[in-house]
């Protein structure tokens, strides 16, 4: 049986040392790091996630600004708070709650973001200091995938890589990130012929697909790491039956709730194969608030530096 990579330990691991960094800054006189997250509209999942941001500050002594804009906000507005952010000096961070309402442009809104400040790691600056291979902000949850790899002593030299999923928030960053440090680096997507044939020469496989269920145990090759990024919601008894046969739980969690979440990997399956694997929930999500966190203290730092 794998081990099971408890990505909730190592995001209190990494919230931890956030939290003594800003405690030696206070007791040093130094003011503490701000994020300020900018929330348009009422969708539920983001208000979710703002909150659960807002509780992570709390725990390590962060500042938390929230902006909350209704649904049918203008470009202008948001475009003026986002100039606002970028010239408060108690803003180190700022973070656009991802998908904004139809009508808004989410790249331009990243865009105007100061790489300075940009905690996501998604602005074309910070992507092109990634690509160079040199410091800057980069996207949270490669980032935290990375420091959980290194915290398990996993030695990344050489290693053949698949990244399933090729978008500029998980996909892409994590590939640079990997090849950073000499790994072998496939990127599969949805037109990769055979996926089951690359996903098995991988000596690690992360799957970032958004797929209920995709990586079957057979996709996966004996001893491999597995880290599961994807967060699906399931509510079809069927897909469930089907991608949940080797997690009985699970399944009759889906039973008696109507609804589970699960990543992209079949975990159950995954588990009889491969050497470690994330858990969903509890493996990758919540590395990404850890991550977020530590990007707004290397920006405050970066902001005195
Ligand atoms: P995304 O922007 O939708 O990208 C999905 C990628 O998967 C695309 O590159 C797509 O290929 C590929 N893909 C889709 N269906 C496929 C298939 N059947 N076979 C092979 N490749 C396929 O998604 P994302 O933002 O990267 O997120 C991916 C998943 O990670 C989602 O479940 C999301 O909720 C989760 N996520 C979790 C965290 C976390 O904190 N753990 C953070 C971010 C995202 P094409 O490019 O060819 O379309």
Redesign the pocket.
């Known amino acids: 049986m794998a081990t099971i990579l408890d990505g909730k330990a190592h995001a209190d691991r990494m919230l931890e040392e956030v939290r003594l960094r800003v405690e030696a800054r206070a007791a040093a006189g130094q003011r503490l790091p701000g994020l300020a997250v900018v929330l348009v509209g009422e969708d539920p999942a983001s208000q979710v996630y703002v909150r659960n941001k807002a509780t992570a500050c709390a725990r390590v002594g962060v500042h938390s600004f929230e902006h909350r804009l209704p649904a049918d906000t203008p470009q202008a507005v948001l475009d003026a708070l986002i100039d606002r952010l970028n010239a408060d000096p108690t803003v180190d961070g700022i973070l656009v709650q991802l998908p904004l309402p139809g009508g808004l442009d989410s790249k331009r809104a990243l865009h105007r973001i100061s790489p300075a400040k940009d905690v996501d790691g998604f602005h074309p600056m910070n992507q092109g200091l990634l690509l160079e291979g040199l410091p800057g902000l980069r996207p949270c ?1 490669p980032t935290a995938c990375m420091s959980l790899l290194a915290h398990h002593g996993l030695a990344l030299k050489g290693l053949r890589a698949v990244v ?4 500029e ?3 892409k960053p994590m590939a640079l990130m990997l090849l950073e440090q000499h790994a072998t680096v496939t990127i ?5 012929q055979d ?1 089951p044939a690359v996903c098995r020469e991988a000596d690690l496989l992360v799957a ?4 209920p269920g ?1 990586v079957e145990g057979s996709w996966i090759r004996p001893g491999a790491v597995v880290l599961d ?4 919601r399931v509510q079809d008894l069927d897909l469930g039956a089907r991608i949940f046969a080797a997690e009985p739980t699970k399944l009759a969690n889906l039973q008696a709730k109507g609804a589970v979440l699960c990543g ?1 990997v079949r975990f159950g399956e995954a588990m009889r194969v491969a050497s470690a694997v994330t858990p969903v929930p509890g ?3 919540p ?2 608030i850890a991550g977020l966190l530590t990007n707004t203290l290397w920006a405050a730092e970066q902001a005195e530096a």
């Open positions: 949850t399933l999923g090729r978008s928030i998980v996909g599969a997507h949805s037109r990769t996926l970032a697909v958004g797929r995709l990024v994807g967060i699906n992209d493996g990758v999500g590395l990404t």
